[in-house]
């Protein structure tokens, strides 16, 4: 079993910044990817950035210049940094931790956006 906690969320204001954090308990493998994704009403749920084990890193155009992840290998602890947020990244944000056995989502934590 994998337990993911997620924290950070929140209510800012358009161009203001936001840092999330999750951070992962259980039986994970060496070689793990860890990553953010974002739902919002009425929409599917989408990828935002994800990195793995290694450092490597991805994200959706709508990420890339503004937001930026990052992952402490010792505290199995993956993080996002958003900057200029605009309300459209209004959204419930998941954690998600994958590796050769399993995938685990956390429960999501609310980012709104607005003035």
């Known amino acids: 079993q994998v337990q993911l906690v997620e924290s950070g969320g929140g209510l800012v204001q358009p161009g203001g910044s936001l840092r999330l954090s999750c951070a992962a308990s259980?039986?994970?493998?060496?070689?793990?990817?860890m990553a953010w994704y974002r739902q919002s009403p009425g929409k599917e749920r989408e990828l935002v950035a994800n990195?793995?084990?290694?450092?490597?890193?991805n994200y959706a155009d709508s990420a890339k210049g503004r937001f930026a992840i990052s992952i402490d290998n010792a505290k199995r602890t993956v993080y996002l940094q958003m900057n200029s947020l605009k309300p459209e990244d209004t959204a419930q944000y998941y954690c998600?931790?994958?590796?050769?056995?399993?995938?685990?989502w956390g429960q999501g934590t609310q980012v709104t956006v607005s003035s």
């Open positions: 259980g039986s994970i493998a060496s070689v793990y990817m």
């Open positions: 990195i793995g084990s290694s450092g490597s890193s």
């Open positions: 998600r931790v994958a590796d050769f056995r399993r995938v685990s």
